[in-house]
């Protein structure tokens, strides 16, 4: 889907990318200001506002996601405000809900998928996430869930990830012999 977007929309791609690689809820993204954004080479963090007011801090791991966000900067030049902001007149409001949506509906368009929800974006990072062999108070702490059992609906242990789970486990304990 986010290989669709044209390379000149630059914040565009930003956002689907952004949204994919940290699992974030979509008004999450658009709380995102800069000052929120802490860019130090090799520990990239962001902190975003979550549901009920509570505040995380995301490591950004992903580098195509950190390069792009550095170029978008250096391209915008700004220096505080909204990372996604709206373009008509550059008012510096942050992209609305609505707008997204109307944005992910084209991009789906182009790609041939009409079924494709924005939301699958975050349910795809905590399937990965649970493949990788991350734990679920990991993936539970990543997404901002209160309850465990929420993280478990998105993050559903796939076969090949307890397989793999299992696997590793064998090695460790072969290794200590």
Known sequence: MIAKIDRGRIRDRLLFEFLAATGSRVSEALGVYLEDLDLTP??????????????????????RLVNLLRRFLRETGWAHGPLFRAERNWTGRPLTYSTVQELWARYR???????????????????ELTLDGVSPRTIQKRLGHRKLQTTLVYADHTDAAADAELRARHRRRTNRS
């Not at 368009?109 to 399937?127: C, F, I, K």
Request: proline share 2%; glycine share 12%.
């Open 42 to 63: 090799g520990n990239e963090h962001v902190q975003v506002h979550g549901k009920g007011g509570r505040i995380r801090v995301l490591l950004l791991n992903d580098q």
């Open 109 to 127: 368009y182009l790609a041939g998928d009409p079924e494709l929800e924005l939301h699958q974006l975050r349910h795809t990072h905590a399937t």
